[in-house]
């Protein structure tokens, strides 16, 4: 897929007093993955159909999934001097996740939220994209999940499109992550198996409560409901 370059940041958006004033309020990414924790996760339940929400309908209904939450983190920090970049987390099982990604002093940090505790953000102390979509791994295996692949995206190439602020869903941010260039994560199946085996063992022996036995010093802060185990 050949990607236009990013448009300019808009000078002024149409936001209202009260997103402007959470705006003000979240100035670090750190700030934006503590309010993003507090939210509700949004499990689009039936019979309601699937969401592709923006920071505006973030606001308003005040859950988010993961796409979702990195397009929030996108619009909030923009306004603060961050590029609007998101990596998008391919899966075998066609799960993919995706967080907003931002640099400090030269190394990568993210922002994400998820329903896995081993999904949401990073602290920025990655010397590459690489080796932040590699802190994923062991966290994304499940019973059927494992990373294959990453890319990284300018949320800014989808020019006059309306990701921001629109109050419908907004697909074509989700198509193009799925077209965007990925590069391919070479690891072993022995691993992976030695990682599910364990991962399904825990869930057994512990009523299906997802695990937390990862090493989590480079991790951002949890959700509270991962935070108080």
């Known amino acids: 897929m050949n990607l236009p370059p990013p448009s300019p940041t808009p000078a002024a958006l149409p936001f209202t007093p009260h997103e402007r004033r959470l705006i003000a309020r979240l100035r670090t990414p750190a700030a934006v993955q503590a309010w993003l924790n507090a939210l509700p996760y949004n499990t689009e339940p039936p019979p ?18 993961c796409l979702e939450a990195a397009l929030t983190a996108a619009v909030i920090l923009e306004q603060h001097g961050w590029t609007p970049m998101v990596m998008s987390l391919e899966s075998i099982d066609q799960l993919d996740h995706v967080v907003f990604v931002y ?27 690489r080796d932040l979509a590699w802190s994923y791994f062991e966290g994304y295996i499940d019973r059927t999940g494992c990373i294959t692949a990453y890319g990284a995206v300018d ?11 629109a109050t419908g869903n907004v697909w074509k941010v989700e198509r193009m992550l799925f077209q965007i260039p990925h590069t391919r994560l070479r690891f072993s199946q022995a691993r992976v198996d030695r990682l599910r085996r364990r991962y399904v063992a825990y869930l057994d022996a512990h009523d299906g409560r997802k695990p937390l036995y990862y ?15």
Request: aromatic content about 10%.
């Open 48 to 65: 309601d159909r699937p969401t592709l929400r923006t920071f505006r309908g973030v606001v308003a209904r005040r859950t988010a999934h």
């Open 103 to 129: 640099q400090r002093a030269g190394r990568w940090g993210s922002i994400g939220r998820s329903r896995d505790p081993g999904l949401h953000g990073r602290k920025p102390v990655f010397r590459s994209l």
């Open 155 to 165: 949320l800014r190439v989808l020019g006059g499109y309306d990701w921001r602020l």
């Open 215 to 229: 090493d989590r010093s480079r991790w951002a802060p949890l959700p509270a409901e991962y935070a108080r185990r």
